[in-house]
């Protein structure tokens, strides 16, 4: 059985920093997509960023400088750091594990805020 679990959200005021860690438990990790995305109250659900089993990145216009993300196959881990935190990104963070149908985290919450 798959699971994905993340951590790592806070409250935290504007222009300070989180690091956001999700570790997977299923077998293919090294080969999945993995994702970040986030879900503020009354918003729909973005993507944040995603890594590519090769380690190519994407990320959305909004954190682009300012976020990165990053795999450790080894440990089944993919991090998100956020820098310059702002709070219009207060939000429900989720992991995605992009391996056969997709599984989601159940999501770490992180509030900008002074």
């Known amino acids: 059985q798959v699971q994905v679990v993340e951590s790592g959200g806070g409250l935290v005021q504007p222009g300070g920093s989180l690091r956001l860690s999700c570790v997977a438990s299923?077998?293919?990790?090294?080969?999945?997509?993995m994702g970040w995305y986030r879900q503020a109250p009354g918003k729909q659900r973005e993507r944040v960023a995603r890594i590519s089993s090769g380690g190519d990145t994407n990320y959305a216009d909004s954190v682009k400088g300012r976020f990165t993300i990053s795999r450790d196959n080894d440990k089944k881990m993919v991090y998100l750091q956020m820098n310059s935190l702002k709070p219009e990104d207060t939000a429900l963070y989720y992991c995605y594990f992009g391996v056969g149908p997709g599984y989601w985290g159940q999501g770490t919450q992180v509030t900008v805020s002074s």
């Open positions: 299923g077998r293919a990790f090294s080969i999945a997509l």
